[in-house]
C-alpha cells in the first residue's frame, strides 16, 4: 500500500529528549571526553518529522543560566540510516544562537523524516577544561498519523478569531517536587488554538534564577507531547522587560537575536483545544540543594475561536 503524502497527514507535535536519563554517558560529559553513538529511537507508532533542536546543560550557579560549558561541545548527528547531516564534528556554539534556548530552537528544513521505530544517532566531543553536566539534546518536531488514529480537533467551517493568552499559575513548587496530571481548562465561552508560549520568570527571591523548573504537555487522553521533562528554558521565551538573554555566572545580559527572550516560543503545529475541553501536564523542580518553595507563572498564547 502507497503511504498517504506528508500533507494529508494528521500531524502532532512531539519533542524527543536525549540526555543523562536516556543515555547515563550524558550525566557528566568529562572534558576532553568524546563519546560515540548516542542512540535516540523513534515511537512505533508513527513517523516523526525533525524541524529544529536545542540542547541545554544544567546551570553552575544560582545567579544566572550559566551554559559555558556548551561553548566548546562539538557534535554530528544522523538521519534514521547512519547518514551523518555534515562532513565532521562542529562546534553547537557555531550552529545556533544561545544553543537553541528560550523558545528559538535550531530550523531544520527541509525537515528530516525519521521512520516509525528508527534511530536518530548522535556523536560529541567536550573540547573546553571543564566538564558538561547533564547533557540534553531536544529534537524538536512532528508526529504523522493516519486521519483520525490520534484526537485532533480543529476550526469549525466558518469561525472568527480573537488573539488570546491563558495565564498558567503555579503555587509553592518545592525544589525537589514533581507534580503530575495537572489541569489546565479552557473557558467555556470559546474554543483555544494553542500557537506559543511564554515561561517561568527569570529571577525569583533573593535574585536566584529559577530555571531547573520543566514540563511535560500532555492531551486529556495523557499522551505526552515530548518523551521527557523539557525546561521551560527551552520550550519558552521569558516574558521579562528588557529584553536579554542571561549569560554567565554574574550574569551579563546580552541583547536576543532571532526571535529573542521577549518573544513568545512558537509551538508547530498549533494545538486546537475545543471549549471546556482539558490539557494535562507534569510539572518537576530538581535543584540538588535545598531551595525554598516558589510561586510562578507560564503564560499559553494563542487565539480564542467561535463558530459563526
Same mark, same amino acid.
Given at each position: 500500500m ?6 494529508e497527514?494528521q ?13 547515563a554517558?550524558?550525566? @557528566?560529559v568529562?572534558?576532553? *571526553?568524546? &563519546?560515540?553513538?548516542l ?5 512505533? /507508532?508513527?513517523?516523526?518529522? +525533525? ?5 541545554r546543560c544544567t546551570?553552575?550557579t544560582d ?6 560549558p556548551?561553548?566548546?561541545l562539538q !557534535?554530528?548527528?544522523?538521519? $534514521?540510516?547512519?547518514?551523518y547531516?555534515h562532513?565532521s ?16 530552537p535550531?530550523?531544520i528544513?527541509?525537515g528530516v +523524516?525519521?521512520?516509525?521505530? @528508527?534511530?536518530l544517532m548522535?556523536d &560529541?566531543r567536550?573540547r573546553?577544561?571543564? *566538564?558538561? %553536566? ?5 529534537w ?11 484526537p *485532533? ?5 466558518i469561525a !472568527?478569531?480573537?488573539?488570546? !493568552?491563558?495565564?498558567?499559575?503555579v503555587s509553592q ?7 503530575? /496530571?495537572? &489541569?489546565?481548562?479552557?473557558? %467555556?465561552?470559546a ?6 508560549? =511564554? ?6 527571591s533573593?535574585?536566584r534564577?529559577? !530555571? ?5 504537555f ?6 505526552p507531547?515530548?518523551?521527557?521533562f523539557?525546561p521551560?528554558? &527551552?520550550?519558552?521565551?521569558?516574558g ?5 538573554? %542571561?549569560l554567565?555566572?554574574? $550574569?551579563?545580559?546580552?541583547p536576543p ?14 494545538i ?5 475541553? =482539558?490539557?494535562?501536564?507534569? +510539572? ?7 531551595? %525554598? *518553595? ?15
Open positions: 502507497t503511504p498517504a503524502p506528508v500533507n497527514l500531524q502532532r507535535p512531539q519533542i524527543y529528549v536525549l540526555g543523562p536519563n536516556q543515555d554517558r550524558l550525566s @557528566s568529562a572534558a576532553g *571526553a568524546e &563519546i560515540a553513538e542512540l535516540l529511537t523513534v515511537d512505533t /507508532d508513527a513517523p516523526f518529522m +525533525l524541524t529544529g533542536r536545542s540542547l546551570r553552575s545567579s544566572g543560566l550559566n551554559q559555558a556548551l561553548q566548546f !557534535s554530528r548527528w544522523t538521519g $534514521p540510516h547512519r547518514d547531516r562532513q564534528y562542529l562546534l553547537e556554539s557555531l550552529q545556533m544562537a544561545y544553543f537553541g534556548q528560550i523558545g528559538n535550531k530550523p528544513a527541509p +523524516l525519521y521512520p516509525p521505530g @528508527s534511530t548522535v &560529541i567536550n573546553g577544561s571543564s *566538564a558538561i %553536566p547533564n547533557l540534553t539534546f531536544f524538536v518536531g512532528f508526529k504523522m498519523f493516519p486521519p483520525g488514529a490520534v *485532533a480537533y480543529t476550526y469549525p467551517e !472568527s478569531t480573537q488573539t488570546f !493568552s491563558y495565564p498558567v499559575f513548587l518545592a525544589y525537589n517536587e514533581i507534580r503530575r /496530571d495537572q &489541569i489546565f481548562t479552557v473557558k %467555556p465561552d474554543d483555544f488554538v494553542w500557537r506559543a508560549g =511564554q515561561g517561568i520568570p527569570t529571577v525569583v533573593g535574585g534564577v529559577l !530555571s531547573e523548573v520543566s514540563v511535560i500532555k492531551d486529556h487522553e495523557k499522551n507531547y515530548m518523551s521527557d523539557v521551560f528554558d &527551552i520550550l519558552f521565551g521569558v521579562g522587560f528588557p529584553s536579554a538573554f %542571561p554567565g555566572p554574574t $550574569p551579563v545580559f546580552v537575536f532571532g526571535t529573542g527572550p521577549a518573544s513568545p516560543g512558537i509551538l508547530y503545529p498549533e486546537y483545544l475545543p471549549k471546556n475541553h =482539558q490539557l494535562l501536564y507534569d +510539572l518537576k523542580r530538581a535543584e540538588t540543594v535545598s531551595r %525554598p *518553595a516558589e510561586d510562578f507563572q507560564f503564560n499559553l498564547i494563542g487565539a480564542k475561536v467561535w463558530a459563526k
